[in-house]
């Protein structure tokens, strides 16, 4: 099999989907401080209420991972949107679960 060209590799990298979540690593207090960092900027009440696809697992990764993901998707993508003091990860893997479909 033929390699690619860096240059070609990386395109193919940079054009992916991608997605923001929350690093396994985060600390309870972090998970909550980028929750309300994001929710007033992206109105969670849309997506993290009782009864939404996404409120479920009730837990502050969950809804810290969904949140960040929504401010990264609706800021441009970019690295820096996904930073949250180090504790964001951008993901190609799309973390959408059950009826939850993330951006």
Not at 7 to 32: G, H, N, V, Y
Not at 59 to 80: E, I, L
Request: proline letters at 7%; charged letters at 15%.
């Amino acid at each position: 099999m033929a390699k690619l060209p860096a240059l070609c590799l990386c395109l193919l990298i940079f054009s992916s989907k991608t997605w923001c979540i929350a690093k396994p690593s985060t600390d309870e207090t972090a998970l909550q401080n980028n929750i309300e960092y994001a929710c007033p900027l992206v109105d969670c009440s849309k997506f993290l209420q009782p009864g939404c696809p996404c409120f479920e697992p009730d837990n502050r990764m969950n809804h810290a991972s969904v949140a960040m993901n929504v401010f990264y998707q609706r800021n441009g993508r970019n690295k820096w949107n996904c930073d949250f003091n180090n504790s964001g990860l951008i993901t190609l893997t799309d973390p959408s679960y059950g009826g939850c479909v993330f951006e």
